[in-house]
């Protein structure tokens, strides 16, 4: 006879993994870190003082009202008026991923323009989506001119073309004027990393014609990592609305998601609701600041630290007319190691400063001063215990 299983049959108490050493764990107890690094950057109090409160319903009618101010709010620090912008659950790679799937049909070409780190990341996600991918390279830490960018549209006809407006690796901002223009002309969407430059470096998607963007929570916008900017142009959504496939991503699928956001309010997945409550207060805060007075405020402290930087004799790896205000990449001396300094800095001292990344590892510092953090009281810290570590090491 076979056996039925009741509703309230248990199965024996026998647990191959069993909690007796679980149980000394203590509550979380974090360390109080000043955060100068790539990012996560520090968060806002009042960001974090907006998260710590229940969650309610994704569908509740309070929840709806804080997306259209959350869409509202990023329209304006993109300056877009995209309809679709909204945040990607997740953190900038899923907002990254999410512009890719969307414009990407298998045999699209794509032109990726490769300067650092994450340039590499874009031919590795569209060549996971089935596009034909091209690249132009630079050294890290130099940027493309408009002819380079031109002789290669001709070259490889893309039908999109994608640029790192901030450079996290190399601290190198891409000029973007007349590349709008140029994707017009050559009827090529473009597709705009700005994870490093949203809130503190100026940015203009309508202006200059971006057709995808995605960003980040966790730097220029004083919030935790986990909700990330998304936007997609009237010319990108035609592209998305006219596709003989289906997006080959379930989660990240806008026209999907777009019933959700839109007036539908359809059920997609369980938004992360207490990181809304986050991001709708750190756009607030930035809205209220202005963003011109945040940009202004950016350069301005990061100026601070060059000027320090170089009293100290130390040099920065990009030159003035393209670093990035929120994230500089200081050269090593030689002799130093580099990495004994930023674990010392974070021992000794509870700062964070980044090693460098890819092809700069071992031979730069990164030091972020994004958001909350981008203040000249900061600079002074740093370069306090960052004077006493390199007497040290
Ligand atoms: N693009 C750039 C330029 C970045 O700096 C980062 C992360 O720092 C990403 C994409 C990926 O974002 P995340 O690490 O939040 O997934």
Redesign the pocket.
Known sequence: MTATLSSNTRPNASFNIDNSHLKSLTRIDIPSRLLLG??PSNADPAVLEAMDRQPIGHLDPAYLALMDEVQELMRYVWQTSNRMTLPVS?????A?EATLANSIEPGDKILVCINGY?GH?LVDMAERYGAEVSSIKRDWGEVFTLDELRKAMETHRPQILAL?H????TGARQPLEGVGDLCREFDCLLLL?T??SLGGVPLFLDKWGVDLA?S?S??GLSCP?GS?PFTMSDRALEKLSNRKSKVANWYLDMSLLANYWGKGRTYHHTAPVNMTYAIREALRLLADEGLESSWNRHQATAEYLWDNLEEMGLSCHVPKEYRLPTLTTVRIPEGVDGKAVTTKLVQEHNMELGGGLGELGGKVWRVGLMGYNSRKENVDKFIKAFKQVLSEV
Not at 90 to 94: D, Q, R
Request: charged share 15%; with cysteine; aromatic share 8%.
């Open positions: 790539p990012g997740g953190t900038g790679s899923a990254m994450f990341r790192v901030a450079e996290t690796s990393d994870v490093t995605y980040c966790q730097k990592p990330s």
